[in-house]
């Protein structure tokens, strides 16, 4: 139940199939003066009139289906992905059409009849929907929809097809019937095959390009993804292999320092030697963690904030205020090298977005809660547009001029520490982002 109340999609189908329901009922007035038109018909031999009435009646109509028709297939798909059941796609639209039927009828005078077009309309849906594979978007489908629902109404006023289930509404039956006595049957009949001819031809034209072109951005979008993953593998390679090779070095310098040590046996020379000896053991532990993703150790927050400081600022003079909300000597078991790349990556984001700002402020923070730190950076910045927001996780998105992996990255670091990443962002005031990791304690 809690998928059904959670699908966007359901809600959006449950709307359209209101406003599908309560159009009659807003433009009833116009329907009865519609209707009382068409009686006056019978009695008269008015070739354009009919032509003109008939014109109004399937525009009417079609104003009517096309949001029940949006609607069980926002339905449709909404409770066949809440339920994974495939089968409820076709089914829905069995259910509900019908019972917007029954709906209208109530509120309105006129007779609406569900027949051979409907069932036409949701076969022909069906089966594009199923092509199509749900590429389409709900825009995409109103503009072909739309027109094959025009085009598939004209078969109501059709008078030799009324025998077959078609146009038995009472509008569309007193049209006909009107054409039949003045002896303009074959004349109506035409004009509405020709319709129907053109405007089904052109909705399936549409639906086919659309749906190339859907299929067309979708293989250039995983192009464009595989190559920066491709880019972002070589570069990982390389860097790794240059990472390794820096093990050489430290073990010469380890070497010669021990050297040092017998040469020289003088304490202050013991104490160089030391203070060498543990920077190198610094720095083989930072190569093995830029190594080996998985290698983590037991963190004091203090100590990762210093170490973010000394790596993005050091020898620069961008100002970014630093906040500590809690106990900074609480641990974090983490890779340090790879978090503080995480975080880095956030800290230029804020400042590419005060960077034209003359009252621009980055706030790097963190808070210390129970049993999990946040560690968040936020900028007063031009924001994000709401429409963007999904799409900043992707590899590839940027809002720069470059492609960009950074927030793909971050949240990639984030989820393999246990944790998490969330943005907040309102255009035009500024963002905030943070990553919540969960706390320990040292074993």
């Known amino acids: 139940m809690g998928k059904v109340l959670g699908s966007r999609k359901i809600w959006i189908g449950i709307g359209l199939f209101l406003l599908g329901v309560f159009i009659p009922y807003w433009i009833r007035p116009q329907l009865i003066d519609l209707n009382q038109r068409l ?3 019978l009695y008269q031999t008015d070739g354009n009139a009919i032509m003109t009435n008939a014109f109004l009646i399937v525009s009417v109509n079609t104003v009517i289906t096309i ?3 949006l609607s069980v297939v926002m339905l449709g798909d909404g409770m066949a992905e809440a339920y994974n059941r495939p089968s409820l796609k076709g089914i829905v639209p069995l259910v509900v059409v019908p019972l917007a039927y029954i709906i209208v009828n109530k509120i309105t005078p006129l007779n609406y009849s569900f027949g051979a077009t409907d069932i036409f309309l949701w076969l022909t849906i069906v089966i594009m929907q199923r092509l199509s594979h749900q590429k389409l978007n709900l825009g995409m489908k109103l503009i072909v929809f739309s027109q094959l629902i025009f085009g598939v109404t004209w078969l109501n ?5 009324t025998r077959y289930g078609f146009g038995l509404g009472s509008l569309s039956y007193k049209v006909k019937q009107a054409a039949i006595q003045m002896g303009f049957g074959g004349v109506l009949a035409l004009y509405a095959n020709v319709l129907f001819v053109i405007f089904v031809f052109n ?5 086919v390009y659309l749906t190339l072109y859907i299929e067309k951005w979708a293989i250039s979008q995983d192009l464009h993804r595989a190559q920066l993953e491709a880019q972002q593998s070589r570069s990982g390679r390389e860097v790794l292999h240059l990472v390794h090779d820096l093990k050489t070095p430290l073990a010469s310098i380890e070497g010669l320092v021990s050297l040092m040590e017998i040469r020289w ?3 202050k020379m013991q104490e160089y030697c030391q203070a060498i000896y543990d920077s190198i053991h610094a720095m083989s532990k930072m190569v093995s963690e830029i190594l080996f993703e998985d290698r983590k150790d037991w963190c004091e927050l203090k100590d990762l904030i210093d170490y973010v400081r000394a790596s993005r600022f050091s020898g ?3 100002a970014v205020d630093i906040e500590i909300l809690g106990d900074p000597q609480v641990c974090v078991y983490i890779n340090k090298i790879r978090m503080t790349r995480a975080i880095i990556n956030l800290i230029d984001n804020a400042l590419d977005a005060v960077e034209e700002q ?4 980055v706030v790097l923070r963190a ?4 049993d999990e730190v946040k560690i968040e950076v936020e900028d007063n910045g031009c924001g994000i547009q709401t429409e963007k927001i999904n799409k900043i996780w992707k590899i590839g998105y940027s809002t720069k001029k470059h492609p960009g992996a950074g927030l793909s990255f971050v949240r990639q670091v984030a989820e393999g520490h246990g944790g998490y990443v969330n943005i907040k962002s309102t255009a035009g005031q500024g963002t905030r982002v943070w990553i919540t990791l969960p706390l320990g304690e040292k074993q």
């Open 39 to 41: 009686q006056t018909l």
């Open 67 to 69: 949001p029940q028709f």
């Open 157 to 161: 006023q059709v008078p030799f097809l």
């Open 203 to 207: 909705a399936i034209v549409l639906w």
């Open 265 to 267: 046996p003088d304490p």
């Open 316 to 318: 620069t003079n961008l």
């Open 358 to 361: 003359e009252s621009g402020k």
């Open 367 to 370: 808070k210390v809660f129970y």
